[in-house]
């Protein structure tokens, strides 16, 4: 059996009827006890009444007359139900509530054997339908059960009553097993529907509908496993998309340095000896162009794709930055008290977006750049900044979009939009961020924020 949910409901039936009859069996168990131990002490108290009636009557050797008025005068004293029977088992007297309950259904009668020979026969209560069968046991001196052919019928009756009383028993279960079963149904059903629906999604999804969500509704567990697989499967469209733009993006950066370098070989053999030259230096530049492209989207790549948390070592950030600045020719000022700054990371990475910032400032930024360095109790600053045209507020978000270039930047300045890119993906790996802001006198600040360590 495939089905989730026809498997769930039939073990809950199981456990269901399991529960039911097993009840029932200690219920009725329990049941039976209880009626065994009331009829043996009304057993109990019935003869010791006989046995106090037997010391009142006249004895068996007195006219019969004198016996049957002094039984019906001690039966309508007690108002009991009793008759007195000769040691031929012939009757002798009878009260007359005993006359009336003898032919009445379900009537028991309980006959004690008095000392002289005779019998007390004893017409007990009328017992509702569902009392237990029989007279039960039997104890105290001189009991013993009526004879068969006066009690038959009644324990005929009990019978029949006790197993309407079972059967009564056996029907509420019944009904109340139905009534859990069909109720139980729908609850599982609903469960097991959630989840073919996730299945549904989830091969929707398998299939190339990277667009597709599942219904996260509820607060149950399924619920939460819907809401993980949105999104998993979130991150998951991100992750592609993205991939799916860089290789776009990429295929069309080659073609401009291939192109050219095309242009320059078709050249370089009818070209004069100082054309040759220039040729050649374009030829590298645009070689080198080409082997940078490679190396940036090969690591936006592997960062987009997340492969393993970072490397968490001690960084000497401050060592680094004024290793970059000095090889760029660029201003390093650092604040007081700032002698030594660590941060966990990977030092190759951070090296890489600080090089980025420094060389995007050199490009676009003027001859005037500076290297802050800023910390305080949570974050540490490195704050970039130049004296060029600056970033319109309205790009200042998009110019670290990938391949992004700002109009009137031509590919001749260098670069191919990915550095800034880069840097905010290795600040966001580094639980860092960046952002442009505008500098005071003209210019920008690229600001890049890294979680402060102790040094």
């Known amino acids: 059996m495939k089905a989730l949910y026809l498997r769930i409901y039939l073990t809950v039936v199981v456990v269901l009827a399991a529960f039911a009859f097993g009840s029932a069996w200690l219920f009725q168990h329990q049941i039976e006890q209880e009626r065994g131990t009331a009829d043996a002490a009304a057993s109990e108290r019935l003869t010791a009444i006989a046995l106090l009636i037997h010391r009142a009557l006249p004895a068996a050797s007195t006219p019969r007359e004198e016996q049957a008025a002094s039984l019906r005068e001690w039966g309508q004293r007690l108002r009991m139900a009793i008759a007195l029977e000769d040691a031929q088992g012939k009757r002798i ?4 509530s005993f006359l009336r309950r003898e032919d009445e ?4 009668r309980l006959a004690v054997d008095l000392e002289d020979g005779r019998s007390l026969v004893i017409m007990r209560q009328f017992r509702p339908p569902g009392a237990a069968a029989g007279g039960g046991p039997q104890q105290g001196a001189g009991a013993r059960q009526p004879p068969p052919r006066r009690d038959d019928a009644p324990l005929n009756f009990n019978m029949l009553s006790h197993r309407l009383g079972g059967e009564a028993l056996a029907l509420l279960l019944v009904l109340l097993f139905f009534g859990v079963a069909v109720g139980a149904y729908p609850v599982v059903r609903r469960l097991t529907r959630r989840l073919e629906s996730l299945q549904r999604g989830v091969e929707r999804f398998g299939e190339g509908n990277l667009s597709h969500r599942v219904d996260d509704e509820g607060k149950d567990e399924v619920a939460r496993l819907a809401a993980s697989f949105n999104r998993a499967a979130g991150q998951i469209e991100t992750l592609l998309r993205s991939h799916q733009s860089l290789l776009a993006n990429a295929s069309h950066e080659l073609r401009s340095p291939l192109a050219r370098l095309k242009m320059a070989f078709s050249m370089f053999e009818e ?3 100082a054309q040759r030259v220039r040729l050649r230096s374009e030829i590298e530049t645009n070689i080198g162009e080409l082997d940078a492209l490679v190396e940036e989207v090969l690591l936006a790549s592997r960062l987009e794709g997340g492969t393993g948390a970072p490397q968490l070592d001690p960084v000497d950030l401050l060592g680094v930055a004024a290793e970059e600045a000095a090889q760029l020719g660029v201003e ?5 008290g ?3 700054v660590r941060v966990m990371g990977e030092e190759r990475l951070l090296r890489r977006a ?4 420094l060389e995007n400032a050199r490009r676009y930024g003027g001859g005037e750049v500076q290297l802050q360095m800023q910390r305080d109790l949570r974050e540490v600053q490195l704050r970039v900044c130049d004296r060029g045209p600056g970033v319109p ?3 200042r978000e998009r110019i670290f979009e990938p391949f992004f270039r700002m109009p009137g930047h031509a590919e001749q300045a260098g670069g191919v939009g990915l550095g800034l890119s880069l840097v905010k993906q290795i600040a966001q790996r580094h639980q860092g961020s960046v952002r442009c802001e505008a500098r005071e006198g003209g210019g920008s600040c690229f600001v890049l ?3 402060s360590r102790p040094g």
């Open 93 to 96: 007297a009878a009260s007359d």
């Open 105 to 108: 259904p379900g009537a028991r």
């Open 271 to 273: 070209a004069s000896p």
């Open 332 to 336: 390093l000022n650092v604040g007081n």
């Open 338 to 340: 700032m002698s030594d």
């Open 354 to 357: 600080l090089r980025n910032l």
């Open 393 to 395: 507020a309205d790009m």
């Open 449 to 451: 924020v890294l979680p």
